[in-house]
């Protein structure tokens, strides 16, 4: 916005040097000072919030959203798969992993399986949370990928993760938390 105003100024110069017999223009106002503009962002963000929010059609009772019911399935099959696996004796690097974080684990996962199902913001959110660790994780293991078949696995969790994580977004605006008690 600096460049442009101060380009427009230097054309105004040279125009007025070019023709003589032409009376020179005003001075430009000065340029609005950063607080003004600062203002008038916000005020242009804050105007796009509302006309979004406004845009947004709360859930009919009993109405779930494919996204959140899609979050449901994929934490339920996660914490069932991971305790079949622990239960069919599954080694990680040749040893068995603990009962405890494996049924912390799957503790967590069906519970978030279980709010999803009951459309639960809190179910969302934390569903929200797992995909973002999970995506972290797998980009990081991606840096370290050796072979074709670990970067393609990696590839498609950050997708799919990914995919999910933004369709949740717009889910959990319309779910709209409720209202504190007190508040």
Not at 71 to 80: E, M, N, P
Not at 113 to 131: I, K, N, P, S, T
Not at 147 to 165: N, Y
């Amino acid at each position: 916005m600096a460049q442009r105003s101060s380009r427009k100024r230097r054309k105004q110069r040279q125009r007025a040097t070019r023709d003589p017999g032409r009376p020179p223009a005003a001075p430009p106002p000065e340029p609005d000072s950063d607080s003004d503009r600062m203002a008038r962002g916000y005020a242009r963000g804050r105007a796009k919030d509302e006309a979004a929010r406004a845009a947004l059609v709360p859930l009919r009772p009993g109405e779930r959203p494919r996204a959140v019911t899609a979050a449901g399935l994929v934490a339920a099959f996660i914490g069932l798969a991971n305790l079949i696996a622990f239960l069919a004796g599954m080694e990680i690097r040749g040893e068995q992993p603990s009962a405890v974080g494996v049924g912390l684990f799957t503790f967590i996962m069906l519970a978030a399986a279980y709010g999803c199902f009951r459309v639960r913001y809190w179910a969302v959110l934390g569903m929200q949370a797992l995909l973002g660790l999970t995506i972290l994780i797998f980009s990081l293991l991606l840096i370290r990928a050796e072979s074709v078949l670990a970067v393609v696995i990696g590839v498609a969790v950050i997708g799919g993760a990914g995919t999910l994580f933004w369709f949740l977004v717009k889910s959990m605006a319309r779910i709209q938390m409720p209202k504190r008690p007190g508040a």
